[in-house]
């Protein structure tokens, strides 16, 4: 490598100086003396922006390529770590030169370099290095005699013996001289004013906690910000909260971070985001900014974010019954909201008799969300108090599909075949033909019931279903009649079939009969509210589930979204006279046995 003498008379001393670098510690940092006994690995501290070429010898190019003022630097630090290459000791000497350029700039013909304000610092004698590294660390300041807080530093680090030989210290594996610089400007020149620093640009993320009453996730015209304390978090910026559901996160630097909400208040669940726990956005600010815009999350201009919307609900589906005893022997967990239209209560007072009924909860816990069993509170059962049923009979129930085959067997009487009916011979679309006889019918197979249908006065009649029944139609049964289908897989009312408005006092049942399935009962819906909200289903008589006692549930999949808080989703009122005109085939007859003295 070329090398230029630098006759110099400070301290009486004439040395070297190497040409240096245009970039910052790019000459040498990472060496190996010419011997291959120790390497030299360099670092800095702060990590100086790179200097652009001297081409031509032009020294105004030797400016920092990023704008002044960018890049200010009141202390530069250079780290040499020196390893042995095989393990074994060694001893080296070195030295090295400081340079500090007022002129702001680098100054040279090829290459950028600094030559202002030489210190040489005095040879180290014999420095050990052995399997632990050696590390050396130069700094320069503007509080020292070498630096202010303008211009360029430059640092040089010369290997001058290795082991005493003074003739290692030349040609490393890239062939420069064994040795080390670094170049670091302060962006200030000097001489002149001092530069106003440019403030680095902060931005930040607004939002909310609403309630999405019809859960479509978008905060629309109606549907207010949650009013409670929310708990917000951020992976960076200061987090602002307010008492409206409104929040802040102010002071971020251009970047990706992390929004949660960690405070699902009770009675509420999450629409979106569902991811988690907890659920959060990721939002990049700054330039390219993005947001998840599904909640009305949008990037202004300036690159701030505003309407990141965590969207949550109380809007949940519930039901209601009228003059009912209701047993779920597993509990029930039904979540009346505050103040609907209908009473706040899971069973209601018949309007005929005044009874709500009485609700027995098995062995488990129920909740009635914000509302109350009864205006009575007659309730049986619970953790406390378990009354696990258990009939008198026991499995199956008189209802059931096997024990109503069972009955009328005894009784003598031939069920009537459905696909002897022109308009039921597929059991899959069976339309109920006019003017049915009283009796008992049977499919022998899955049935779907696909008319509206409306049974004769005074008129008693069982359906029988070898399979899985599925109502596509109403079916209205007047006074004085009766109307009973006993599944022996399930019962399904399509999403189809339901109250033309969602209202209270609830509407006209759409399902009027006994329904008894020996597995699950299944009001069908959307249940999607982002698709559309469901029809209030409403049904007259009974529902009997697990009547073979093998397990069954009452599945309910009707989300009135919108309509939620104010109406139950499903409704199942009494018919007595029902009871009153049930085959006589049904009836059981008690018989006493008891014995007298003769």
């Known amino acids: 490598m070329q090398k230029y003498l630098l006759a110099l008379l400070m301290l009486g001393v004439i040395f070297w100086f190497p040409k240096s670098v245009y970039a910052d510690i790019q000459y040498g940092n990472d060496a190996t003396d010419s011997c291959n006994k120790l390497h030299f690995a360099v670092s800095e501290s702060p990590v100086c922006p790179q200097l652009t070429y001297n081409a031509g010898g032009n020294q105004n190019a030797c400016r920092v390529k990023q704008p002044p003022g960018q890049n200010y630097i009141g202390t530069y630090v250079m780290v040499i770590t020196v390893t042995s290459n095989d393990g074994k000791a060694h001893t080296f000497d070195y030295h090295d030169i400081s340079s500090f350029c007022t002129n702001g700039y680098a100054t040279g013909d090829q290459y950028c370099q600094c030559s202002d304000n030489l210190v040489r610092e005095p040879a180290s004698g014999s420095t050990h290095v052995g399997a632990v590294p050696k590390t050396i660390t130069i700094t320069r300041s503007s509080t020292d005699a070498t630096g202010t807080v303008c211009g360029v530093y430059q640092i040089d680090f010369f290997i001058d013996k290795i082991d005493n030989k003074a003739n290692c210290k030349y040609e490393h594996a890239g062939g420069n001289t064994s040795g080390t610089a670094g170049l670091c400007e302060t962006g200030r020149v000097c001489g002149a004013a001092t530069p106003t620093p440019t403030p680095i640009p902060t931005y930040t993320v607004s939002g909310n906690v609403f309630n999405d009453t019809n859960k479509d996730e978008v905060k629309d015209n109606g549907e207010s910000d949650y009013a409670g304390g929310i708990n917000i978090s951020a992976s960076g910026g200061t987090v602002t909260t307010n008492q409206n559901g409104t929040f802040t996160i102010s002071g971020l630097t251009a970047g990706t971070y992390t929004i949660s909400y960690t405070s699902l208040p009770s009675g509420y669940q999450m629409v979106y985001p569902k991811n988690g726990a907890p659920p959060s956005f990721a939002v990049t600010v700054g330039p390219g900014c993005s947001v998840d815009g599904t909640t009305g999350g949008t990037c202004d201009a300036n690159n701030n974010i505003q309407n990141l919307n965590f969207s949550i609900t109380n809007s949940t589906p519930w039901f209601q019954v009228y ?189 009027q009969a006994i329904l008894s399935t020996d597995r699950n009962f299944t009001a069908d819906g959307i249940d999607n509210c982002l698709n559309g909200k469901d029809k209030m289903l409403n049904l007259a008589g009974a529902v009997v589930v697990n009547a073979s006692g093998n397990g069954g549930s009452f599945v309910n999949h009707r989300d009135l979204c919108g309509d939620n808080p104010s109406v139950p989703s499903v409704t199942i009122s009494d018919r007595l006279d029902f009871l009153l005109n049930l085959p006589t085939f049904l009836s059981q007859q008690p018989v006493t046995s008891e014995e007298v003295s003769p």
Not at 406 to 433: E, R, Y
Not at 440 to 447: E, K, M, R
Request: aromatic residues 10%; proline residues 7%; contains cysteine.
């Open 323 to 511: 003059g009912l005893d209701t047993r779920f022997d597993n509990g029930q967990q039904d979540p009346i909201p505050q103040v609907p239209t209908c009473p706040a209560y899971a069973l209601n007072q018949d309007p005929q008799t005044g009874s709500p009924g009485v609700y027995f909860s098995g062995d488990s816990a129920s909740s009635f969300g914000q509302g109350k069993v009864s205006t009575k509170n007659w309730s049986v059962g619970g953790t406390f108090y378990p009354e696990v049923y258990a009939s008198s009979t026991g499995f199956p129930l008189t209802v059931s599909y096997e024990k109503l085959s069972s009955l009328a067997q005894a009784a003598g009487i031939v069920p009537t075949d459905l696909t002897t009916f022109a308009s039921c011979t597929n059991l899959s679309s069976c339309t109920l033909p006019a003017n049915l006889a009283d009796g008992i019918y049977i499919a022998n197979g899955d049935l779907t019931i696909v008319n509206n249908y409306t049974f004769a006065a005074n008129r008693n009649y069982i359906f029988l279903v070898n399979g899985t029944l599925t109502f596509k139609g109403t079916i209205q049964t007047p006074a004085g009649s009766t109307a009973l289908f006993a599944a022996q897989k399930d019962i399904v009312v399509d999403r189809s079939v339901g109250a033309a408005a969602n209202i209270c006092p609830v509407p006209q049942a759409q399902i």
